[in-house]
């Protein structure tokens, strides 16, 4: 009940406003995209004028999902519809410093914000924060919405919202993946999804150079902790060599996890200023997010990041030691 009534408020929220800007987190995987690009496209064509603003190049192998038309870059630009009187709504974004640098600055100028989010780790950070935790993707949510107040779906937004889900569960192998969570991608498929050529697109076009880079990354495989605790990483010395860009890194971390006995994955990879940490738990009474938290960042149980500003050995052994105290 009280979620149909949240739902109901975010949409006369978006059919009062003159335009809706649709935000999401760095760093922008296929839920990200997927959650918001669906959720500008469903308002479009219920009448509503909505955009998705990107602060950074999206990962060239999300491209397939982009329509272009609904989709900008320019701050200027993001200024403009703000002073204009665009509603702001931010997807599958934990915290207002993740939806990034531009947006940040400029949050203040929207006349509403809205947040929707799936994270457990949510700061509440809009005027309206409709947050469920539960729900294995932000793009699960997104269905919902459209369900709720019966709005009609195409095969383009069938097919944006099914690829959050689909990745955002693993391909529907982590424990997040409910009952509900099928029926959804059921209900997806039925409307025009196209499983295939999703997980085609996201998984099984990976050029050679990634391939290059993953098989430098499994030499620097450690484990721990009896085996429970998997560590491996890449350097900026590492994508050079490869040609490969950071982006080129997803994955890795579900490779670590995929060990057999590993019960808490650690990816490492080398940023700007330091570390970014991917955690994955295999291990349900393991909890990631809290381990995140503790150095600053957050996420789901099983599924976290945060960034450590140091160097690399430093940044392994904190991990390594820290680790320790969650294994249950
Ligand atoms: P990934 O390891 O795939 O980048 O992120 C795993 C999960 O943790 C995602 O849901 C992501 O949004 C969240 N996450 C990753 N890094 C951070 C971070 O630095 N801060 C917070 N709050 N969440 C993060
Ligand atoms: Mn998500």
């Known amino acids: 009940v009280a979620e149909s009534s949240k739902i109901a408020a975010i949409y006369d929220a978006a059919k009062s406003s003159k335009e809706v800007i649709v935000v999401t987190h760095i760093s922008p995987d296929a839920d990200a995209v997927g959650s918001s690009l669906g959720l500008a496209l469903l308002l479009e064509k219920n009448g509503i004028e909505a955009n998705c603003f990107f602060s950074e190049k999206l990962p060239v192998k999300l491209l397939s999902l982009v329509d272009k038309n609904r989709v900008f870059f320019a701050e200027d630009e993001l200024i403009e519809k703000l002073n204009n009187g665009a509603l702001l709504i931010g997807v599958d974004c934990a915290t207002k410093k993740r939806l990034g640098e531009v947006v940040y600055k400029n949050f203040s100028l929207a006349k509403a914000t809205i947040n929707i989010d799936h994270h457990a780790s949510n700061e509440n950070w809009g005027e309206l924060n409709w947050v469920v935790p539960d729900a294995a993707a932000t793009a699960e949510m997104i269905f919902g919405f459209s369900n709720s107040l019966s709005l009609k779906l195409n095969s383009d937004i069938a097919n944006l919202l099914y690829a959050g889900i689909l990745d955002d569960t693993g391909s529907f192998c982590f424990s997040n993946t409910s009952g509900k969570t099928l029926r ?32 430098k990354s499994l030499l620097t495989l450690r484990l721990e902790h009896q085996g429970r605790v998997g560590l ?3 350097t900026q010395e590492m994508l050079n060599e ?5 982006e080129d890194t997803e994955g890795l971390v579900d490779i670590i996890r995929s060990i057999q006995g590993v019960e808490v994955a650690f990816f490492v990879r080398e940023i700007e200023n330091g570390f970014k940490v991917s955690a994955r738990s295999k291990n349900p009474e393991i909890d990631v997010n809290s ?5 600053g960042g957050g996420g789901h149980k099983a599924a976290a990041g945060f960034t450590i500003v140091d160097n690399l050995d430093t940044a392994l052994d904190l991990i390594t030691k820290k680790s320790k105290d969650i294994l249950v």
Do not use: H
Not at 191 to 212: D, H, M, T
Not at 291 to 295: E, G, I, K, L
């Open 184 to 215: 959804v991608s059921a209900d997806l498929i039925d409307a025009g999804a196209n499983p295939a050529e999703i997980s085609n697109n996201l998984y099984f076009q990976v050029p050679e150079k990634v391939w290059r880079l993953r098989s």
């Open 232 to 234: 491996m990483f890449v």
């Open 242 to 246: 490869t040609g490969c860009l950071s």
């Open 291 to 295: 381990f995140a938290s503790f150095f």
